[in-house]
């Protein structure tokens, strides 16, 4: 997801995708922890794609309202 999300061509690993994220994290390694952590991850790479979309939308709509104008 956070390959998609930044487009990269080769993926990261957690502490890099958590770092991306601004997740604070500590004890990775730690199935438990990776776990909760990926989830976390996971989601705010989900958001944050969303609202890259969102602002993505809105500029394409406000500069074919503007071509409708002139």
């Known amino acids: 997801m956070h390959q ?10 957690l502490s890099d995708v958590l770092n991306d994220v601004d997740i604070h994290h ?3 390694h730690n199935a438990g922890n990776d776990a909760n952590y990926t989830l ?3 989601i705010a790479c989900g958001l944050a794609y969303a609202k ?5 939308a ?3 709509k ?7 104008e002139v």
């Open 40 to 42: 976390k991850a996971s």
């Open 62 to 68: 406000h500069a074919a309202k503007n071509e409708e």
């Open 26 to 28: 500590k004890h990775l």
């Open 58 to 60: 809105a500029q394409e």
């Open 4 to 13: 998609h999300y930044r487009k990269l061509s080769q993926g990261r690993g």
């Open 52 to 56: 890259q979309q969102g602002e993505k």
